[in-house]
């Protein structure tokens, strides 16, 4: 019997890959850090989501959702060492951090794919924080041994689409419902890594 074709070494991701908290900087020169939520933060996770306009609420949530329960809010956040990953984004200053977006991770280990979603504050959007939340949310997957990234997006949302091409996503018809996108890529290598300054 032939052995079978060993797989093709995948690149090594910096340590800082699945470090639990990571560090950029805005467009605007604005401090800001990823990391996971902690589990008493689910009223935090709602309040960030019930600010959001109702477009920037109906793009993240692919629907008319008004705001979380806190059960919801929980389920997003998901458990240390879960297959779900809540992440708080946060600008550092005077004062307390101040959450200026968030994202979430799913990972299916039944098909070694990762789902990704995110939000920004809409005070906060066109500063290059959905870029940079993105490119943690894959650095992560990838660090997971996720072989892909994959996202659902409403039709009508140009924007997450025009950056997720600008990640190396390919964008096409659902195939389930005609009011969605999906957008995937392959994770050998990690979309953004310029974003958080890790490129290898």
């Known amino acids: ?10 690149p090594r991701l910096p340590a800082i890959a699945a470090a639990p908290v990571q560090h950029f900087r805005s467009l ?7 990391r996971p939520f902690a589990p008493e933060e689910a ?3 709602g309040g960030h989501v019930a600010a959001l306009s109702p477009a920037s ?8 959702l008004v705001q979380l329960t806190p059960a919801a809010a ?16 946060e600008r550092l200053g005077e004062g307390a951090p101040l959450l200026v977006g968030e994202g979430v991770l799913a990972l299916d280990a039944s098909t070694m794919t990762a789902e990704l979603a995110l939000s ?6 066109g500063r290059g924080i959905g870029r ?4 943690s949310i894959g650095l ?7 072989a892909q990234l994959t996202g659902e997006v409403l039709r009508s949302n140009h924007r997450m689409q025009g950056l997720a091409r600008a990640a190396g996503f390919s964008v096409a018809t659902h195939p389930g419902d005609a009011r969605l996108i999906a957008i995937a890529r392959p994770l050998s290598l990690c979309p953004g890594w310029e974003a958080l300054g890790l490129a290898a």
């Open 140 to 146: 992560r997957a990838a660090a997971a041994g996720a």
């Open 43 to 45: 009223d935090r996770l």
């Open 57 to 64: 609420r109906r793009d993240r949530f692919l629907g008319g």
């Open 1 to 10: 019997m032939a052995a079978a074709p060993l797989e093709p070494a995948r």
């Open 120 to 125: 920004v504050a809409d005070p906060w959007q």
């Open 28 to 34: 605007a020169g604005d401090l800001l850090r990823i």
């Open 74 to 89: 929980r389920r997003l956040i998901g458990e240390p060492g879960g297959p779900v990953t809540g992440l708080a984004v």
């Open 132 to 135: 940079s939340i993105l490119a």
